[in-house]
């Protein structure tokens, strides 16, 4: 098991490499033409972009305008050119929003989706199944920009319900943090809902057909015990793997849109401002920012599938 | 051994509703099962075998299955029992062996802890280290080596014929009156079946176990076999004792799976001998008799079903479905100097 | 592993494998009505010129900030001097500013949602092709010649996966609606709809090629791949003539999700102002510009979100209803798994 941590470990520093080129490569080549000049921003004034030039050594090899961008980044010295302000210390100030609503959106949409997709196994082609299903399927077609404005002109603003967007930080008032998240939470986890219930049921309708399943019965178990420490055991694992690159993801800033929507100041929306401002640097960080997470909680992914699924740890198993 | 059969199926009929129509995968079966017997199910994939066996244990229920017929082990009628009924049942009373051990243990759980569950599922006050010492017994009684080690292992670190024993050693852990083998040793390798073969046989003779061995092999069948059951798409084409199929078979299709068993003692045939042609599909039978389009003898009474019937005066309990009479059979079933099905014409 | 029926086989009297598919989807009432909706939708935005032209009168860009219009007999002007567009007339103004106007700059929100749409299903319906396209060719290469073929392009596939795909595809659609692209001698312009396109396919191909490659593994290990390859038959002819078509099920399948994935993609990153570009609008950047007046005209939000969602929608159960169609395996489960006849039977 250790050795396989170890390996794992290693593995991500390779990508996270890779990764690190690869956005060097989007930033800095692909686009072509000037570089500089777009780093500047649109409105920038001629001596910022010959700053910009020397700043970056645009001028030097490609290897070496790699290792001065990854300089930067460490040192946290990347900054925003208009306004002028660290691009990290805006990053870590967002941070907390960002997790919050991750990881509340995150458990909601676990556990209902678990939920329902366990419902909807146990008696398929039923009626709470087809019921189930038809709102899953809902779920996952509704985008983000049409619930949140459904939700905050109908529930918000009309009604009243809740509050208006914006966040408070659980330090300030947590009774007050909880109400502002509790729209954007159930935003974001709608669309994960439908998703997982529908994995998680067709899941469980694979596994219900394997021969452990057939034993088990045949063992004298009682029907709530095989589907419970056998079906959904051996179901669950893909979806704990699922559930860790998309947490992973919108940790990662993913939910931009919900974030810009509900006027919460993560590192989400700080990425949609620099976006509408053509910023580079600071989309240049959170992209950095959100690839590390992603690669990191992907190698946390994959060593925990290691332990949940014992034949991933022998390497190729198959002992025969 | 007492008169009063352990175990006792009447007309045993099972459908089941599909797409195509009511496939009928079980067409009356009876036979009668008594302590320390062990009676051996032969016939292809599809011939009903497996579905009777798995109906007695109660696994076929469904909305899609209709299931009609009597299965009554000490009395006790088990088609209609109750869902609760059966789950008691399974395991304590009547136990079953799968084809394929690597597919039938769950991957994720040591191997050991499958067994305790089973065990601790049926008597819950037994603690885990009671249960777990018990496993180790079962894994020494099944010869497998370094028990108390190997029980904290996962299935897949398992040999073929380790996983194998380690089921039986499952089957065997309520102490069951009744153990069912579904192909026991179709997923393993050739030398590790005689071991496992010997293994069943061993149990049957110490612990008066009867048995239900399902198989499509009959060279297999010739080694732990008391009676025996042949079945041909659905249904029973003739049953008897192990000396009556193999000295004095009745049906055709017994001949040929007979005269396919290649055989060190005898001179190499010409060719390779098999059947020829296909089962037919369940949904779409054939008129009469279910073996009739491949069958070299069949003649014009054939297109009715024959019933199944004790056709030998001094042999009662010897049945088949064939409307041959037993001087034709006795003369056509001989090919080329042994028991046989010849090349249709 | 347990053998499902397929009665099919048996009772088909010579309908192909196919024709079997079609008559299960229609069989479902379900997906064939979406189906009809999705249809409805295109004829939608196919009319857009006829629309534009006989009944609006306008199109999608023009501007008519300053201008009155007829109501039933009244004049009403199209955006008040506090800014606030007309709200819909329906047929008040003979269909003039049916839905409203779109926001300050009083643009006929029905045209712009014909014409939107237009964008919004051509880069759904294009970027599926070339991603489903490039997925099957790497997946086909991949998984058909292994070896270090197949851990090139699984690595890359491997980092592609672990970017945060939106964050990127935001970043690169910028930088590139910025300065345009120039790689030797492609040149594509920053306001191009090419943008777009290419880094929505580039994106998405991991999420294909990654389960392609799989399948393709998977089918070549089978006996009619050797029987092939004892016939004589090339790498071509085994990766087109043979795996291709078994992926066909999956393929087909696959690119009626990713038309809905992708356009929701697409309505994302035009919504932060990364994907489609001024003078073009799609329904995602309609969203931008309604989510301005989401507490007074919330109508100019919400429209065009719903027509995104009635097209996901639309595609997903009829994506769903495929797959049901062509792996009859996954809807047919009998309780338990039997040994019950194979249709072709084996012999002893």
């Given at each position: 098991?250790?050795?396989?941590?170890?390996?794992?470990?290693?593995?991500?520093?390779?990508?996270?490499?890779?990764?690190?080129?690869?956005?060097?490569?989007?930033?800095?080549?692909?686009?072509?033409?000037?570089?500089?000049?777009?780093?500047?921003?649109?409105?920038?004034?001629?001596?910022?972009?010959?700053?910009?030039?020397?700043?970056?050594?645009?001028?030097?090899?490609?290897?070496?305008?790699?290792?001065?961008?990854?300089?930067?980044?460490?040192?946290?010295?990347?900054?925003?050119?208009?306004?002028?302000?660290?691009?990290?210390?805006?990053?870590?100030?967002?941070?907390?929003?960002?997790?919050?609503?991750?990881?509340?959106?995150?458990?909601?949409?676990?556990?209902?989706?678990?939920?329902?997709?366990?419902?909807?196994?146990?008696?398929?082609?039923?009626?709470?199944?087809?019921?189930?299903?038809?709102?899953?399927?809902?779920?996952?077609?509704?985008?983000?920009?049409?619930?949140?404005?459904?939700?905050?002109?109908?529930?918000?603003?009309?009604?009243?319900?809740?509050?208006?967007?914006?966040?408070?930080?659980?330090?300030?008032?947590?009774?007050?943090?909880?109400?502002?998240?509790?729209?954007?939470?159930?935003?974001?986890?709608?669309?994960?809902?439908?998703?997982?219930?529908?994995?998680?049921?067709?899941?469980?309708?694979?596994?219900?057909n394997e021969d452990y399943v057939r034993t088990a019965r045949a063992k004298g178990l009682s029907e709530r015990k095989v589907m419970t420490?056998?079906?959904?055991?051996?179901?669950?694992?893909?979806?704990?793997?699922?559930?860790?690159?998309?947490?992973?993801?919108?940790?990662?800033?993913?939910?931009?849109?919900?974030?810009?929507?509900?006027?919460?100041?993560?590192?989400?929306?700080?990425?949609?401002?620099?976006?509408?401002?053509?910023?580079?640097?600071?989309?240049?960080?959170?992209?950095?920012?959100?690839?590390?997470?992603?690669?990191?909680?992907?190698?946390?992914?994959?060593?925990?599938?290691?332990?949940?699924?014992?034949?991933?740890?022998?390497?190729?198993?198959?002992?025969? | 051994?007492?008169?009063?059969?352990?175990?006792?199926?009447?007309?045993?009929?099972?459908?089941?509703?599909?797409?195509?129509?009511?496939?009928?995968?079980?067409?009356?079966?009876?036979?009668?099962?008594?302590?320390?017997?062990?009676?051996?199910?032969?016939?292809?994939?599809?011939?009903?075998?497996?579905?009777?066996?798995?109906?007695?244990?109660?696994?076929?229920?469904?909305?899609?299955?209709?299931?009609?017929?009597?299965?009554?082990?000490?009395?006790?009628?088990?088609?209609?029992?109750?869902?609760?009924?059966?789950?008691?049942?399974?395991?304590?009373?009547?136990?079953?062996?799968?084809?394929?051990?690597?597919?039938?243990?769950?991957?994720?759980?040591?191997?050991g802890a499958q067994i305790v569950e089973a065990i601790r599922a049926h008597r819950p006050d037994t603690s885990k280290a009671d249960a777990?010492?018990?496993?180790?017994?079962?894994?020494?009684?099944?010869?497998?080596?370094?028990?108390?080690?190997?029980?904290?292992?996962?299935?897949?670190?398992?040999?073929?014929?380790?996983?194998?024993?380690?089921?039986?050693?499952?089957?065997?852990?309520?102490?069951?009156?009744?153990?069912?083998?579904?192909?026991?040793?179709?997923?393993?390798?050739?030398?590790?079946?005689?071991?496992?073969?010997?293994?069943?046989?061993?149990?049957?003779?110490?612990?008066?176990?009867?048995?239900?061995?399902?198989?499509?092999?009959?060279?297999?069948?010739?080694?732990?076999?008391?009676?025996?059951?042949?079945?041909?798409?659905?249904?029973?084409?003739?049953?008897?004792?192990?000396?009556?199929?193999?000295?004095?078979?009745?049906?055709?299709?017994?001949?040929?799976?007979?005269?396919?068993?290649?055989?060190?003692?005898?001179?190499?045939?010409?060719?390779?001998?098999?059947?020829?042609?296909?089962?037919?599909?369940?949904?779409?039978?054939?008129?009469?008799?279910?073996?009739?389009?491949?069958?070299?003898?069949?003649?014009?009474?054939?297109?009715?079903?024959?019933?199944?019937?004790?056709?030998?005066?001094?042999?009662?309990?010897?049945?088949?479905?064939?409307?041959?009479?037993?001087?034709?059979?006795?003369?056509?079933?001989?090919?080329?100097?042994?028991?046989?099905?010849?090349?249709?014409? | 592993?347990?053998?499902?029926?397929?009665?099919?086989?048996?009772?088909?009297?010579?309908?192909?494998?196919?024709?079997?598919?079609?008559?299960?989807?229609?069989?479902?009432?379900?997906?064939?009505?979406?189906?009809?909706?999705?249809?409805?939708?295109?004829?939608?935005?196919?009319?857009?010129?006829?629309?534009?032209?006989?009944?609006?009168?306008?199109?999608?860009?023009?501007?008519?900030?300053?201008?009155?219009?007829?109501?039933?007999?009244?004049?009403?002007?199209?955006?008040?001097?506090?800014?606030?567009?007309?709200?819909?007339?329906?047929?008040?103004?003979?269909?003039?500013?049916?839905?409203?106007?779109?926001?300050?700059?009083?643009?006929?929100?029905?045209?712009?949602?014909?014409?939107?749409?237009?964008?919004?299903?051509?880069?759904?319906?294009?970027?599926?092709?070339?991603?489903?396209?490039?997925?099957?060719?790497?997946?086909?290469?991949?998984?058909?010649?292994?070896?270090?073929?197949?851990?090139?392009?699984?690595?890359?596939?491997?980092?592609?996966?672990?970017?945060?795909?939106?964050?990127?595809?935001?970043?690169?659609?910028?930088?590139?609606?910025?300065?345009?692209?120039?790689?030797?001698?492609?040149?594509?312009?920053?306001?191009?709809?090419?943008?777009?396109?290419?880094?929505?396919?580039?994106?998405?191909?991991?999420?294909?090629?990654?389960?392609?490659?799989?399948?393709?593994?998977?089918?070549?290990?089978?006996?009619?791949?050797?029987?092939?390859?004892?016939?004589?038959?090339?790498?071509?002819?085994?990766?087109?003539?043979?795996?291709?078509?078994?992926?066909?099920?999956?393929?087909?399948?696959?690119?009626?999700?990713?038309?809905?994935?992708?356009?929701?993609?697409?309505?994302?990153?035009?919504?932060?102002?990364?994907?489609?570009?001024?003078?073009?609008?799609?329904?995602?950047?309609?969203?931008?510009?309604?989510?301005?007046?989401?507490?007074?005209?919330?109508?100019?939000?919400?429209?065009?979100?719903?027509?995104?969602?009635?097209?996901?929608?639309?595609?997903?159960?009829?994506?769903?209803?495929?797959?049901?169609?062509?792996?009859?395996?996954?809807?047919?489960?009998?309780?338990?798994?039997?040994?019950?006849?194979?249709?072709?039977?084996?012999?002893?």
């Amino acid at each position: 098991m250790l050795r396989f941590v170890v390996r794992r470990l290693a593995g991500m520093a390779i990508v996270l490499f890779a990764v690190s080129v690869l956005i060097f490569l989007i930033f800095n080549v692909v686009p072509n033409s000037n570089p500089a000049q777009q780093l500047a921003g649109k409105n920038a004034r001629p001596f910022l972009v010959k700053n910009i030039e020397e700043e970056w050594g645009f001028d030097k090899s490609l290897p070496e305008q790699y290792v001065t961008m990854m300089k930067l980044v460490v040192n946290g010295e990347l900054t925003s050119y208009e306004p002028r302000i660290p691009v990290n210390d805006r990053i870590k100030e967002g941070i907390p929003a960002t997790i919050s609503l991750s990881v509340g959106a995150g458990i909601i949409w676990l556990f209902f989706g678990i939920l329902l997709g366990y419902l909807s196994a146990l008696k398929p082609g039923g009626l709470l199944d087809r019921l189930l299903t038809a709102v899953a399927v809902a779920g996952i077609s509704i985008p983000v920009f049409l619930l949140a404005p459904v939700f905050i002109y109908v529930l918000a603003e009309q009604l009243e319900l809740f509050p208006n967007g914006g966040y408070v930080p659980i330090s300030e008032d947590p009774g007050e943090w909880f109400k502002h998240l509790i729209l954007p939470w159930v935003t974001l986890a709608i669309l994960s809902i439908g998703f997982y219930s529908r994995v998680l049921r067709s899941n469980m309708l694979d596994v219900m057909n394997e021969d452990y399943v057939r034993t088990a019965r045949a063992k004298g178990l009682s029907e709530r015990k095989v589907m419970t420490r056998h079906v959904l055991r051996n179901s669950l694992i893909p979806i704990i793997t699922l559930f860790g690159l998309d947490f992973g993801a919108t940790i990662a800033g993913t939910a931009i849109i919900t974030e810009t929507l509900y006027d919460i100041n993560g590192v989400g929306s700080y990425a949609a401002d620099a976006v509408t401002n053509f910023e580079l640097p600071p989309i240049m960080g959170v992209t950095l920012y959100g690839a590390f997470f992603v690669v990191f909680i992907n190698a946390l992914v994959d060593i925990t599938y290691a332990y949940l699924d014992p034949r991933v740890r022998l390497g190729e198993a198959a002992a025969e | 051994m007492s008169p009063e059969p352990l175990l006792s199926v009447s007309d045993l009929q099972v459908g089941f509703a599909t797409e195509g129509g009511l496939l009928q995968a079980v067409d009356g079966v009876n036979f009668e099962l008594r302590p320390g017997e062990v009676l051996a199910i032969v016939g292809e994939s599809g011939s009903g075998k497996s579905v009777t066996a798995q109906t007695i244990m109660g696994l076929t229920r469904g909305h899609n299955s209709r299931i009609e017929g009597s299965v009554q082990l000490d009395g006790e009628e088990l088609l209609t029992a109750g869902d609760a009924a059966m789950r008691k049942l399974r395991g304590e009373r009547i136990a079953m062996v799968f084809q394929d051990p690597m597919t039938s243990f769950n991957p994720v759980y040591r191997l050991g802890a499958q067994i305790v569950e089973a065990i601790r599922a049926h008597r819950p006050d037994t603690s885990k280290a009671d249960a777990r010492a018990r496993v180790v017994e079962l894994f020494d009684s099944v010869g497998i080596p370094e028990a108390e080690r190997r029980v904290d292992d996962y299935p897949h670190e398992f040999s073929g014929g380790m996983r194998q024993r380690a089921m039986i050693a499952m089957a065997l852990a309520l102490e069951p009156e009744v153990l069912i083998a579904d192909e026991p040793t179709t997923a393993l390798d050739v030398t590790i079946q005689a071991q496992i073969l010997r293994l069943l046989e061993d149990l049957n003779r110490e612990r008066n176990l009867a048995t239900i061995l399902i198989t499509h092999d009959l060279g297999v069948v010739a080694e732990v076999a008391d009676r025996v059951l042949v079945m041909y798409a659905g249904k029973v084409v003739e049953q008897g004792t192990l000396d009556e199929i193999f000295y004095d078979p009745q049906h055709p299709y017994t001949w040929g799976l007979l005269g396919s068993l290649t055989r060190l003692d005898r001179p190499r045939p010409k060719r390779l001998p098999q059947i020829s042609g296909a089962p037919p599909s369940l949904l779409e039978l054939p008129e009469g008799c279910p073996f009739r389009p491949r069958c070299p003898h069949e003649f014009s009474k054939c297109t009715q079903v024959p019933g199944l019937e004790a056709r030998l005066p001094d042999a009662p309990k010897h049945c088949d479905r064939c409307w041959l009479t037993p001087e034709q059979k006795r003369e056509k079933r001989h090919v080329e100097g042994q028991i046989g099905l010849e090349a249709p014409a | 592993m347990s053998a499902d029926l397929q009665p099919e086989a048996n009772t088909a009297e010579g309908r192909g494998p196919w024709g079997l598919a079609l008559k299960r989807f229609l069989r479902n009432r379900v997906a064939v009505a979406f189906l009809g909706v999705f249809i409805l939708i295109i004829l939608f935005v196919l009319a857009a010129p006829l629309w534009a032209n006989n009944v609006a009168d306008t199109g999608p860009n023009e501007t008519h900030t300053l201008e009155k219009i007829t109501v039933d007999g009244e004049q009403r002007e199209v955006v008040t001097p506090e800014g606030k567009p007309i709200g819909p007339q329906w047929f008040g103004a003979g269909g003039k500013f049916f839905l409203g106007a779109d926001s300050r700059l009083g643009r006929d929100e029905m045209v712009r949602l014909m014409y939107g749409g237009r964008t919004s299903l051509l880069i759904g319906v294009t970027t599926a092709l070339i991603t489903t396209l490039t997925a099957i060719v790497l997946g086909l290469l991949a998984g058909y010649y292994r070896g270090w073929v197949d851990t090139v392009i699984a690595r890359t596939l491997d980092v592609l996966w672990s970017l945060p795909v939106f964050l990127v595809g935001l970043a690169l659609g910028i930088s590139l609606a910025i300065g345009g692209l120039k790689l030797g001698p492609i040149e594509i312009s920053g306001g191009s709809l090419w943008i777009p396109i290419l880094v929505i396919s580039i994106f998405t191909v991991p999420y294909i090629a990654r389960p392609i490659r799989g399948e393709v593994l998977a089918l070549s290990e089978k006996e009619f791949v050797e029987a092939a390859i004892a016939q004589g038959a090339g790498p071509l002819r085994l990766m087109f003539g043979e795996i291709l078509p078994n992926l066909a099920s999956t393929v087909i399948v696959f690119f009626t999700l990713t038309i809905a994935n992708n356009m929701l993609f697409e309505a994302g990153l035009s919504f932060l102002g990364a994907g489609v570009q001024a003078p073009n609008s799609s329904w995602g950047t309609m969203i931008t510009v309604g989510e301005e007046l989401l507490r007074t005209q919330p109508l100019l939000a919400i429209i065009p979100g719903t027509m995104i969602m009635l097209t996901v929608l639309s595609l997903n159960i009829v994506g769903d209803g495929l797959r049901d169609a062509l792996d009859p395996r996954s809807k047919v489960r009998l309780e338990a798994h039997l040994g019950v006849a194979e249709p072709e039977g084996t012999a002893v």
